[in-house]
């Protein structure tokens, strides 16, 4: 009864990866509590993530460069449209170097278990130090699993694959020291057709931006922030493209197979290669490069099974063998969203023997039968819905608002019910049907099926997504309380009445400038940095009325 209304407890937090999720998770955590300590592990010898991973040539972000920032972080000097992984994984070891998160980090930590002790009300965590072969030992009062779905890359399933003779690769386990030079490659990992948008994302092409435009970028922050506005502004406004149906997807699909048809001039290759699908049934790809490849003269596109890979090279379903110097396999990830270590809850049980089946999470964040335990871009997370960073930092938020309970209410544990988890995938499961994704393509989308349940995406838009996550819905989730669930009243006064010189009545004001709390809605009008187009032949501070 000493301390002021809603002190603060002293907490630990343990981050899972030091991708991007994780590295955000940390500056929000730093930015926002004080009384906190938090502690980052790393399974690779750097930051980054699938940034770090993932560096084959070529290898580049699907979404324009100036949409892939925080949206407190600008970088204004991105070298293209579509910035190379070598210059997202600069982004954000600059990002873990700015804001001192170095120290916090330990690389070359890889988490091997953890399991909820009910008494402490703490995760007690194993990690592996990769360096020294050896184990040691963490605890928390909270868990946040930032580690990520597109970095557990896998090998093909195919017989043979490991004799063969030549160099075997995989594209997310890139040897930089690999040269092509006069090498005839074998690239397993085409998969089904994909739409290809050719003229980049909104119509902006694939180019570099000029030192013209870079300077203006860096030298104009408010002609910067116009351009992020209006490439965010228009991202979000794609969405209707995933209804079944609607008039964005019927032009889609039109303009899409004419620009796939211009591009490759081929009758055979255009039927094996475009879909009968929806556009974006599947992920999206952007570019013209990836189809002037595969009209190369030097290119031989193979379309059918693999039925073995020989000492030599792949052998086809017809018995055909196609030697080569380099096998290369772009053959995807495990994206089941079981976390990849075991996560005991309370009553012994896992969570991916609990997720065998389909991975039924709470808004991407949540686990039923986990108490203070959350995570980054878990099921049904907008992935593949808009602007994908924004939805992390609104997962980050969500988070922190949970952490604040914790730490300032007397909270031992906060679990989402299972009465929750059970109504969020009945409602995402009937949306779903409503929508291109649902359509018979085979996808990552549904745990890599045709015809399986959409477990990756958010049932709506990322604005549907950061809106849903805005207010923490508590009736959906069961707390519990170290003791009286009042204690944290404390001594009758606040922390503000114990502050020396603080202003006591902060809450005079002039004008009743206080946001609307109710149902009455209230919107931002559309600026003109989204009303005109921009000229995307000159971005700088230009635009043109078209």
Not at 3 to 11: A, D, F
Not at 491 to 511: F, V
Not at 517 to 545: M, Q, R
């Amino acid at each position: 009864m000493e301390n002021p209304l809603s002190s603060n407890r002293p907490i630990r937090v343990v981050i899972i990866g030091a991708g991007a999720s994780g590295l955000l998770m940390a500056y929000k955590l730093q930015r926002n509590f004080d009384d906190l300590e938090f502690q980052i592990y790393e399974k690779n010898p750097d930051v980054g993530g699938t940034w770090y991973e993932n560096r084959y040539p070529g290898c580049a972000c699907d979404v324009p460069s100036h949409t892939y920032v925080w949206s407190f972080d600008p970088h204004p000097t991105w070298s293209s449209t579509y910035a190379s992984s070598k210059e997202i994984f600069d982004y954000f070891k600059r990002f873990q170097f700015r804001f001192n998160l170095s120290e916090k980090t330990k690389v070359g930590h890889q988490v091997i278990g953890a399991k909820w002790n009910e008494s402490s009300a703490k995760w007690n965590i194993d990690i592996k130090n990769n360096a020294e072969n050896s184990v040691v030992h963490d605890s928390c009062d909270v868990l946040v699993n930032a580690g990520g779905i597109l970095n557990a890359w896998r090998w093909p399933a195919i017989p043979g694959l490991h004799d063969f003779k030549g160099k075997l690769v995989h594209s997310a386990a890139w040897d930089e020291t690999l040269d092509l030079t006069n090498k005839h490659v074998g690239l397993i990992g085409n998969g089904e057709p994909s739409w290809i948008a050719m003229a980049g994302f909104a119509g902006f092409q694939p180019r570099n931006f000029t030192r013209e435009e870079k300077a203006k970028f860096a030298n104009d922050p408010n002609a910067h922030k116009a351009f992020r506005h209006w490439l965010e502004h228009n991202a979000n406004k794609i969405f209707p493209l995933f209804l079944a149906s609607s008039p964005q997807q019927t032009s889609a699909h039109a303009n899409f197979k004419s620009s796939m048809e211009t591009a490759l001039q081929d009758p055979n290759l255009a039927e094996k290669l475009i879909p009968n699908w929806a556009v974006g049934c599947r992920r999206l790809t952007p570019g013209t490069g990836y189809l002037k490849s595969l009209t190369d003269q030097k290119t031989q596109v193979v379309y059918g099974d693999i039925a073995k890979i020989s000492q030599h090279g792949c052998v086809t379903s017809d018995g055909k063998e196609y030697p080569v110097d380099v096998l290369i396999c772009a053959t995807g990830f495990d994206t089941t969203f079981k976390p990849r270590f075991p996560l005991v809850g309370p009553h012994g049980r896992q969570l991916s023997d609990d997720w065998k089946d389909e991975p039924r999470g709470y808004f991407g964040v949540a686990a039923s039968g986990y108490p203070n335990y959350y995570m980054f871009l878990g099921p049904n997370s907008p992935i593949g819905n808009g602007p994908v960073l924004s939805g992390i930092e609104a997962q980050a938020d969500f988070i922190c608002k949970h952490i604040t309970r914790i730490q300032q209410q007397g909270i031992k544990s906060i679990e989402i019910t299972k009465e929750a988890v059970d109504d969020f995938i009945a409602f995402k499961d009937e949306y779903m049907k409503h929508t291109v994704w649902h359509e018979d393509c085979r996808s990552w989308y549904k745990g890599n099926s045709v015809d399986g349940k959409i477990v990756a995406l958010w049932p709506g838009s990322t604005l549907h997504f950061m809106e849903a996550l805005d207010e923490v819905r508590w009736d959906d989730f069961h707390v519990k309380y170290f003791g009286n669930r009042f204690n944290y009243f404390g001594n009758g006064l606040t922390k503000i009445e114990m502050t020396p010189d603080a202003d006591l009545a902060s809450y005079i004001r002039k004008s009743d400038d206080a946001e609307i709390i109710g149902s009455k809605f209230t919107y931002v009008k559309i600026g003109p940095e989204c009303s005109e187009e921009w000229d995307t032949t000159s971005l700088a501070g230009t635009k043109a009325n078209l």
